[in-house]
T-cell receptor, first 116, second 119 residues
Framework: GAGVSQSPSNKVTEKGKDVELRCDPI?????LYWYRQSLGQGLEFLIY????????KSGLPSDRFSAERTGGSVSTLTIQRTQQEDSAVYLC??????????????FGEGSRLTVL | AQKITQTQPGMFVQEKEAVTLDCTYD???????LFWYKQPSSGEMIFLIY??????QNATEGRYSLNFQKARKSANLVISASQLGDSAMYFC????????????????FGDGTTLTVKP
């Protein structure tokens, strides 16, 4: 596809259930990010994948959150035993890191998660 | 410590006037990039402008310009001739770039500034 694709666009789940959010980055982009955004708030960094390097997981809020990136392309963010405070829009972004200073992020449209 | 600081949670500007959105940053990496993104109420993130740490001139893109003051570590966004469609949340971001630094390539965002353009 032409842009970053995220699915599902909307997910409503019950407290305690597990959810998986998928991100398909732009082909050839080596960097992939997950951010979380609550209503009217800023972007909360969750995790960062860069090429074959070990991911930067420093933003994951708890061990209920995990993410993987298979084959350097598609990424899945998994939230186990969801809580109401997990409700937010989960944004995925990718970039092609050509050098030390370039490469804006291209964002997907987000996955809106509502935990009842 | 905050890497990106946007001190203005909300700003108002009259249509057709100019407005400056503040951003300061903190890094020890000599090589970095500074970005501004716009997020309208529809939710999509739109890239506006980029400034590299070694760029001698301030970046400009149409009505957007970046007032880059390296010694003060500030990268303020200036929007000239504001339009109603400029009403949105604006995020400043930094990408540290030099290999060998822990955060090489990682982008960090500020908390954002909500701009409202009044008719």
């Amino acid at each position: 596809g032409a842009g970053v694709s995220q699915s599902p666009s909307n997910k409503v789940t019950e407290k305690g259930k597990d959810v998986e959010l998928r991100c398909d980055p732009i082909s050839g982009h080596t960097a992939l990010y997950w951010y979380r955004q609550s209503l009217g708030q800023g972007l909360e960094f969750l995790i960062y994948f860069q090429g074959n390097s070990a991911p930067d997981k420093s933003g994951l809020p708890s061990d209920r959150f995990s993410a993987e990136r298979t084959g350097g392309s598609v990424s899945t963010l998994t939230i186990q035993r969801t809580q109401q405070e997990d409700s937010a829009v989960y944004l995925c972004a990718s970039s092609f890191r050509t050098g030390s200073e370039t490469g804006e992020l291209f964002f997907g449209e987000g996955s809106r998660l509502t935990v009842l | 410590a905050q890497k990106i600081t946007q001190t203005q949670p909300g700003m108002f500007v009259q249509e057709k006037e100019a407005v400056t959105l503040d951003c300061t940053y903190d890094t020890s990496d000599p090589s970095y990039g500074l970005f501004w993104y716009k997020q309208p109420s529809s939710g999509e993130m739109i890239f506006l402008i980029y400034q590299g740490s070694y760029d001698q001139q301030n970046a400009t893109e149409g009505r957007y310009s970046l007032n880059f003051q390296k010694a003060r570590k500030s990268a303020n966004l200036v929007i000239s001739a504001s339009q109603l469609g400029d009403s949105a949340m604006y995020f400043c971001a930094m990408r540290e770039g030099a290999s060998g630094y822990t955060n090489a390539g990682k982008s960090t965002f500020g908390d954002g500034t909500t701009l409202t353009v009044k008719p």
